[in-house]
């Protein structure tokens, strides 16, 4: 998938996603994440070569599938969640769609960090931080329309009652591992400026796009603003960084 275009595909998908209900919002979500996915790997296979793009769906889907399954069944990393039949088939009780999510978002994640620093450590903990943020706004959106649910929630974030706290550092230490394992996959893989620039707008139009969905169209504020700033550690430096070159 050409990037620009993928990218613009993605966009009119997300603005679809608050016209939409039931069914059709649900089948929307699907069609969105499979997009995401394409656009990654596809810019990973022409920006990185095969074996790049190969690797990034070994280890985030790959590893996205392990993780949620162990996740659902034994109640770790995340806490106690189940999936409903919204999403479509499961493999090991985790729909499909998901260890897709996961790729999808790993990729801008890693691009954009490399952007930011140079350093392997430093570029490891961003791309996490920058992947995990994204569940600030992913789960309260997904909850709210009971894609999956949790069963304890006895300690959250303010406002975001039905999550529990340790989703969201679960995410963070598995986004943190993938990226791990995608630095000594990939090696250094230094920014391409260039032809990194549709993953930059990507991460971006993400951050940007979620803080609205969820103040203005999907009723979360809470939730938007709880990922305004996470995702912001990430988002605002790349934004400011491409603003100065």
Do not use: C
């Not at 959106?141 to 009652?161: D, E, F, I, N």
């Amino acid at each position: 998938m050409r990037p620009w275009i993928g990218l613009g595909a993605l966009v009119l998908a997300e603005i679809g996603y608050p016209l939409t209900a039931g069914h059709a919002r649900a089948a929307l979500v699907v069609v969105t994440v499979a997009i995401g996915f394409l656009l990654s790997v596809g810019h990973a296979y022409a920006s990185r070569g095969p074996r790049a793009a190969a690797l990034l769906v070994l280890i985030t889907a790959g590893g996205g599938l392990a993780v949620e399954a162990a996740g659902r069944s034994t109640g770790y990393p995340f806490g106690d969640y189940d999936y409903t039949g919204a999403l479509g088939p499961r493999l090991l009780g985790v729909p499909l769609v998901i260890p897709l999510a996961w790729t999808w978002m790993a990729w801008p994640a890693w691009v954009a960090a490399a952007r930011l620093t140079t350093r392997p450590v430093a570029r490891v903990a961003v791309a996490g931080a920058g992947l995990a943020a994204w569940d600030l706004f992913l789960d309260p959106q997904m909850v709210s329309q009971r894609y999956w649910l949790w069963h304890t929630t006895s300690l959250a974030l303010p406002g975001v009652a039905d999550i529990p706290l340790t989703n969201y550092l679960g995410w963070l230490g598995v986004a943190v591992a993938l990226m791990a394992l995608l630095r000594l996959a990939l090696g250094d893989d230094p920014a391409r400026p260039g032809d990194d620039a549709p993953m930059y707008a990507m991460y971006l139009w993400t951050y940007v796009s979620s803080i609205m969905a969820h103040g203005i169209f999907l009723g979360l504020p809470a939730s938007a603003a709880w990922g305004a700033v996470g995702m912001g550690l990430v988002a605002i430096p790349l934004a400011v960084r491409l603003w100065r070159r």
